[in-house]
């Protein structure tokens, strides 16, 4: 019989107040990519101003964005540790599986933040002209 | 520094071995646990019904009233389609016909398909988790009686001739210059009803977090919880833009400052950007929720639990989000510069990979389950036909140079029709078949549903099919007539008389689901053989939801957990009794579901519908430019919210302690971020800050969009005025948080003193905000305006936050609020971190920005 107050399981599984909201992080990278890059063209075409300096600064936001979203996948990755226990449901009443099913939930929402971003950028390198 | 004082924590074992979970409960112990659950969830009987405020009452009602405004709706196309069936018909004249276009798209919007989604899962949601109820059921109760008395209010505008007629999307400055009421009845209709939503989305999520049964992790929630909580995030994130256009538009309708005026500076792009930013997401917070209902019908149907759970969660989180990129595909024609589209372009293909995904893994799981067709799956299998080419129009038309071919046209209309029917009407009828038997404890009938599916499916493609045909051809929407010159007088014809098939199919549904069913005898409880908690309830019915809150360790518990119906039913499980006769629910924590404490639960009151008729009072007098009955109604609104407040939450509990069942002991009281409470009104802010943001967005907006923002030579907002107001919010903030920590400590007088300093500063900083910019004329330009419309923002949450101080000062006074029992104080210091900042940015775009930005 186990205490309500006592933690049977591992401690680096326990009740992660954060990790619901860490899940959300790759999306919200591409979230602010998105605003930024939207805005910042936005102004740029309002404004008349040169599109060589919106391509480069949207340009390294891009970069920063993708390896943002590589590191948080990385991360995912490992929580997730499928390739030592080739796990897949995390369906189990444990701290662990719970653990790993947040990891693999944020590992797939970085691969889809990945394309977002990669997509939003394309318009920037296609178009020569604001028009 | 005195010490803090605390609630007990929980005591006891946890989580429950199997040992203590067989032991049988002694058969008196069953009977006083029923006898006192059924006391203490009695229905009201008689006139009395009408105050029930239990979810299963409120749920049916608002179910029920979203599919009468859908039946209306419906019977408005169905006019339509008269008119259109020949050129030149004058069934309806263009004014009525503009009134009914108008009225049947903002209706099925509106009026069915987000309260639909509401009621839908204030109905379900709590059987899916085993929760008794929501967790603030007179919330429920609240924002259902605004939906009614909203609705009537829109819809009812029909009968007087005076309806809205600029289309669901009201466009400025058509809509702007239109000199009847039915903008107004539009805008302040629809804005009483909005506020019901997010109300109804604040409980949804909530309910979802905080109320599952221990052990139900996130990992183990079903999926239908996390589609709530995405779709609940998504309206808590597009609902405020929309409310922050609809402030700005009432304001230029009632007092001419000029948002949308370009004469003077305003920008009517401006509205369109708020809308979409509301109306893109839209269609996803109406679709998600609807493949929510898929997704709990699904793995029925396979007997099997559903493939790639985690792939689902992805797909739901990954549209919410991509959904939001999405809103100028409905604005390819405005004249943004083209390198803007192709963002909007690139990120609609995007939504796809996700929405997708979520349709393969459903295919996955009935191909590797054994299915048994059933008529609910007959359905969705006709919802997944319809989206899936309603979803390929879509990726047509995200392409811009096709978007320009067809903007406009029946082309649209039939690409709309096809996603919302397929992706939303199809799967709620699904979902009726699939519960009705949990929420009416009857079955509807097999043969019925077989001819109403056949005349809804094949009516709907003879209808719509044709359509995507005579937008190629060129017939602009909206026309209320065409030339017989102009060849689409057949494929016209054709659509009407699949609308009247359409309309045959919903007569058969509707006579299937409202004919007397008393012959029918007692129905199987599970009779669709289903794995999660909502058919483990009573036949025939009892109020209390559950009769004990099991322990969960699986995602599909009726067929994973041995014996788990048996032991809920014995009362072997949590709260089994309640011996106060009060309605109560277990709260957990959010990821791992560990119980944390018992809440109290509101039971049946006329006071939430007498709220709601003074809320409707101060929303609709407007309508027809009365203001000091508003006034009044908005007053006497609040009076009803703070004495309901005031008599049924936050009550100092009779025992620090309750015993909850299987040797688990747990607090009757919390306060803080454990609490239901406190997550509401972190959640609420979360919204309102979006719409705060929105009115901000258009400031800079103009900015952009306008080279005469602000104008040469214009006067500005008084910057000792601003500092002032700034400063005197930054105090009564920092007041309102003493208050908490030295009533939290025992002093309760300090705190007694400090909310007065509190209520004193905030009175001060709303004054010193209005003389900033009384001096301005708002009618004048669109930048006083804005500085205005700010300031008004800004005032009114500070009233409302003055309100909350005195409230928990009363509470101080009258022995409510407590050191120990300090939930007010915790709950109004959110709201006030929320008002601290507002006034921070406020301050900043009235006294800074403008400076810098000339």
Redesign the interface.
Known sequence: ?????KHEEQKRFR???T??WK??FG??V??VH?VA??GL???T???GWPLDPLRIGVGVGTVLALAGILWLGWGAWAQWDTLRDREW?????T?E??HQ??G??AF??SI??F??VV??A???L??G??? | MTEKLHMPAPEGPYPPTEEMLSVPVPHEEQERGKAELRAAWKTPTGWRYWSAVNNTEVGVWYTLTAFGFMLLAGLLALAMRVQLAFPGMEFLDADRFNQFFTMHGSAMMFLFAVPMFEAISILLLPAFVGSRDMPFPRLSAYGYWCFLIGGIFVMGSLLFDAGPKAGWFMYPPLATKDEGIGPDVWLLGLSFIEVASIAAAVELIVGALKCRPPGMRVNLMPLYAWYVLVVGGMILFAFPPLIAGDFLFELERSFDWPFFDPTRGGDPMLWQHLFWIFGHPEVYIVFLPSIAVAAMIVPTVAQRPMVGYSWIVLSAVGTGFLSFGLWVHHMFTTGLPQISLGFFSAASEAVVIPTGIQLFAFVATLMVGRVKMSLPMLWIAGALAIFVAGGLTGVMLAIVPFNWQVHDTYFIVAHLHYTIFGGMVFPVIAGVYYFYPFFAKKLLSERLGRWSFWLIFSGFNITFLPMHMTGLQGMPRRVFTYPEDSGWALLNLVSTVGAFIIAAGFAVFLYDLLRSKKHQGQIPRNPWGAGTLEFSHDVPEESWGVRSIPYIRSRYPLWQQDKIVERMDAGRFYLPDAPDHQRETIVTSVIDAKPLYVQPITGPAWICMLAAVFTGGAFIFPTFHIYTPAIVCAAFAIVCVCYWLWTATARPPRSNMRDAGLGLRLPTYASGPNTVGWWAMWITMLGDSTAFASLVFGFFFYWTARPDFPPAGAEHAIGLWVALAALLLVVSWAATLTAREVNHRGHVNAARLALCVAIAAALGGAGAAYLAVADLDPTSHVYPAILWALMVWLVVHVGAGVIMQGYCLAGSLAGKLTPLYDADLHNVALFWHFIGLKALVTAAVLGLVPGWLT
């Open positions: 019989m186990t205490d309500i107050n009740a992660e107040a990790s619901l899940i959300t999306p919200l591409w979230a998105f890059t939207y063209t936005a102004l075409c309002a404004k449901e995390n369906d189990a009443p701290d599986d719970r099913f947040l693999h939930a797939l929402l889809i933040s394309i977002g997509y939003v394309l318009p920037i296609l178009f002209s604001c028009q």
